[in-house]
């Protein structure tokens, strides 16, 4: 039978790229309060503070200093807002940044009760606060400071009750993770520290502390009574209970259906291919020449669990789910280095030791200069989700993979079964620059969320969790892998397994295309062909289900054309992307355009409500002047509003729209790079260039002939040439 013909992704849509001119601005802001209202509200609240800072001993005030909150009006919350000239003039650090809630005391028409806001952690002296206290006072004070003072709500003292978030159930109640705000370089705040803990009778990990930008994480173990005496250390910026390392779900299915007698492949695969790595229990060596094991140092012999978890993982992503029409597994194009990071003892650090050695082996191949450029990690720990903080494993991970050379997958968890708050995402598939895979109940055409699947929303950015959903198994369907060890096909279940499914996918086409595409594209690509239907919600399936053949990815019908933008953006310098819409389609022709952004982004670990540093400004025109509302309505929405969006700093924005082909006339994109650093706005030059990716797909029912008209009207646009390999979805 004749293959059924197809498009193939045009895969140089940058050739579209060109610059554009500044919008223009989005009008006057409105102000709550005047600077007599202001100095009436925040006078006694600066005298209140200063006053609390000459009180506190000093072993729990390092540098003399105390931490204060101060919060925002929620009509100010965007970078440009942010109070930065009369914090410095009074001498205040800012040690972060957080969501909150609060009822203003005065606010726009419509807007009643708790709003979403910003709440900015300051660390100053009691001469610091005072000093800030006469600048409100001063009648010669300038415009801008003015205004910048009555952006704030209100000033508070950083009480201890407020950094407290202790799990009443966990196994190790004298232990707790302490989160500080100092860095490697704050040895006086840091020695102040264990010096204290030691007081109270505590003593601090061996393990000692870990560090990101603004942040230094610890174990402490300490008498439960004395943790509220620890939380008084100004520096603390919150205080956890010990995370647990997730247990497996236990599916309870069998298989259902006949498996032919399976062996691994014969063939021996080179190191040619992409370099691919799995961070879990270890394999035993039992994948011939398509795995290579690397146990961390110091490591006990794996546990029948653990090796098996590992062994199940890794075959999900060397073979897919079996298909029991078949007779051979396929030999996948690539192979596998599996980093045996378990067993841990069962100490309250083992989540954190687990961590560590994730990390060390990604930084040290980055430093190598040889990073992986696909990676999966299918556990994680136990933990609560937090919106107004960050955990170590999502901290630490997403500053290693903030450079975007590694596209890796992270299982999301299997807590989507309980109640509330308590079914949602698990560390780290709530970071921004790892790609976050939830689980299907099905392979099949009618699918949903797995009850297991973790679900979100996650934090903004970040709003969209899971990212996408990949088969994972169900109690109707459970996944067939292949196991070695078993020497046969075994029924598995889990988010662990449609995590390592989906990266599968994205070193399919990654091989498909050869390695054309950066990782960032490819996780851009699976977006944008996910399949997300009515009835469907968001804070389930994320942004849809993707396919498993890559095949599907790389190709399409023939009414539609797939095109694939790597561009680099640069802040001043607003760039367009023209949409290839052709013109002269058939009257009545309605064009559906899908549109996918990717990048990774620097993270500040310490301004969880600012979390990334950079992100895309995008608006859609389906003509010179006429607004598509594709990524929602109106240029300069408020900042609060765009999170609520999930828009702006986030490293994903994907939608769709359907619209008459007759009001297209040359369609573009309007992109523009934001930064930030610390929540302030940053000087252009100060920036770097930041890469990203944008997918566009267009489809127009019945123009079979689409890809013709497109290449005709936008002739420099090539399609990608598809490498001839023995195909990855299991078919031979």
Not at 424 to 447: C, E, M, S, Y
Not at 566 to 571: M, R
Not at 622 to 632: N, V
Request: overall charge neutral; proline content about 9%; aromatic content about 6%.
């Amino acid at each position: 039978m004749a293959a059924t013909p197809r498009n193939t992704l045009i895969a140089n849509g940058q050739a579209l790229i060109g610059d554009l001119a500044w919008p223009t601005n989005g009008g006057p802001k409105w102000h709550p309060y005047d600077i007599a209202q202001t100095r009436e509200a925040l006078r006694p609240q600066l005298a209140a503070v200063a006053r609390a800072a000459r009180v506190v001993p000093p072993e729990y005030s390092p540098r003399g200093e105390i931490t204060a909150r101060l919060m925002l009006h929620p009509t100010f919350l965007a970078k440009s807002h942010f109070p930065a000239h009369i914090l410095r003039d009074a001498g205040l650090t800012v040690l972060g940044s957080r969501a909150t809630q609060v009822t203003p005391r005065v606010s726009q028409r419509g807007k009643q009760g708790p709003q979403d806001t910003a709440e900015i952690l300051v660390a100053g002296t009691p001469e610091g606060f005072e000093a800030m206290d006469r600048q409100l006072d001063d009648p010669a004070i300038g415009k801008g400071r003015q205004e910048e003072f009555t952006h704030i709500e209100s000033v508070l003292a950083y009480a201890c009750e407020n950094k407290l978030r202790l799990d009443p159930e966990t196994p190790w109640p004298d232990f707790v993770h302490v989160t500080l705000h100092a860095g490697e370089h704050d040895g006086d705040i840091l020695t102040a520290f264990q010096t204290l803990a030691l007081q109270l009778g505590g003593e601090i990990s061996a393990r000692g502390f870990r560090f990101v930008p603004g942040l230094a994480f610890v174990a402490v173990q300490l008498p439960a009574a004395r943790v509220p005496e620890l939380a008084r250390f100004e520096r603390v910026r919150l205080l956890r209970s010990m995370p647990r390392l997730r247990e497996e779900l236990d599916l309870s299915a069998a298989m259902t259906r006949k498996f032919p007698a399976l062996g691994l492949p014969a063939s021996r695969l080179t190191a040619a291919g992409p370099r691919v790595a799995v961070f879990d229990g270890g394999t035993q060596n039992a994948f011939g020449a398509h795995v290579v094991e690397l146990a961390a140092s110091g490591l006990p012999p794996a546990t029948v669990a653990d090796l098996a978890h590992g062994v199940n993982v890794t075959s999900a992503l060397l073979f897919g789910p079996v298909d029991p029409s078949h007779t051979a597994l396929p030999a996948p194009p690539w192979m596998v280095e599996h980093h045996r990071v378990l067993p841990t003892n069962d100490s309250p650090e083992q989540a954190l030791d687990v961590l560590d050695r994730i990390v060390t082996a990604l930084r040290i191949a980055r430093t190598a200069d040889r990073p992986y450029r696909f990676a999966n990690i299918s556990l994680g720990p136990v933990a609560t989700f937090f919106d107004d903080d960050i955990h170590e494993w999502t901290s630490r991970l997403d500053t290693e993979l903030a450079d975007g050379r590694t596209l890796c997958t992270a299982a999301v968890g299997n807590n989507g079964a309980l109640v509330g708050e308590l079914g949602r995402i698990q560390p780290p598939g709530d970071a921004v620059n790892l790609f976050a895979i939830g689980a299907a109940d099905t392979r099949h055409p009618k699918w949903n969320r797995a009850p297991y699947s973790a679900i979100g929303p996650g934090r903004s950015p970040g709003f969209v969790k899971p990212d996408v959903l990949a088969f994972g198994g169900s109690h109707a369907e459970p996944m067939p892998v292949y196991s070695p060890l078993a020497g046969g096909v075994v029924a598995v279940g889990g988010t662990s397994f449609a995590s390592p499914l989906a990266l599968r996918t994205a070193v399919g086409v990654d091989v498909l295309s050869q390695s054309r595409f950066d990782p960032i594209t490819l996780q851009a690509l699976l977006i944008n062909a996910a399949e997300y239907r009515r009835g469907h919600k968001r804070t389930d399936v994320g942004w849809g289900r993707i396919p498993l053949d890559p095949d599907a990815i790389v190709h399409t019908p023939l009414d539609v054309v797939r095109v694939v933008y790597q561009g680099i953006t640069h802040p001043g310098h607003p760039q367009k992307a023209v949409i290839p819409v052709p013109h002269g389609l058939p009257a009545g022709t309605r064009v559906r355009i899908g549109a996918t952004f990717c990048y990774r982004a620097p993270v500040d670990s310490a301004h969880a409500i600012n979390y990334t540093r950079a992100g895309l400004w995008v608006r859609c025109y389906k003509a010179p002047g006429q607004s598509l509302p594709l990524f929602g309505s109106g240029m300069y929405k408020s900042e609060e509003e765009l999170r609520r969006d999930a828009m702006r700093w986030d490293t994903v924005l994907n939608n769709a729209c359907t619209v008459d082909a007759a009001e297209l006339d040359a369609p573009y994109f309007h992109i523009n790079y934001q930064v930030r650093d610390e929540s302030e706005a940053v000087r252009w030059e100060d920036a770097v260039p930041m890469p990203y990716a944008l997918i566009v797909t267009l489809q127009a029912p019945g123009v079979v002939d689409l890809m013709a008209r497109v290449q005709a009207e936008f002739p420099v646009l090539q399609t990608l040439p598809v490498e001839v390999l023995v195909p990855v979805d299991g078919r031979r």
